[in-house]
């Protein structure tokens, strides 16, 4: 099973998965990293600098494409990342991946850890802090 980790730098876990630098992606089998990879984020609206602050946007009610992130993610089961906006939640689910939260901060390997021991809460809801409307 494939599980991507929403990454600021690579070795940390991103409090917002549009604002995601990449994604750590670990192909695991079992609770053993078979392969760990790291892709590059230039699909979600904020990563192409679309969400910069000039204009008004509210989460969750946006017109944001986020299928090529879908895409980039399709052979992935599960994201983990400390927050996330409902259109990309949306976007994930119907895409089959599941989306976790994770409740602090902490780096990637880390929240795999939690995740694969089942450490996690069940379900922390999809937005993050940072999306009230």
Do not use: W
């Given at each position: ?33 078979k392969d760990r990879q790291l892709r590059s984020n230039h699909h ?45 939640a949306n976007a994930l689910e119907a895409g089959g991946i599941r ?35």
């Open positions: 099973m494939k599980i991507a980790v929403a990454t600021t730098d690579g070795t940390q876990v991103s409090s917002h998965f549009g604002r995601s630098a990449g994604f750590v992606v670990y192909d695991v089998e079992g609770t053993e990293v979600t609206p904020h990563a192409q600098g679309n969400c910069n602050g000039d204009h008004e946007h509210t989460h969750g009610h946006s017109e944001h494409d986020h299928s090529q992130v879908v895409d980039l993610l399709s052979d992935c089961k599960v994201v983990l990342c400390g927050g996330m906006g409902a259109g990309a989306a976790v939260l994770l409740p602090t901060p902490c780096a990637t390997d880390e929240a795999l850890k939690l995740f694969l021991s089942g450490n996690l809460p069940a379900n922390i809801g999809h937005l993050c802090g940072c999306h009230s409307s």
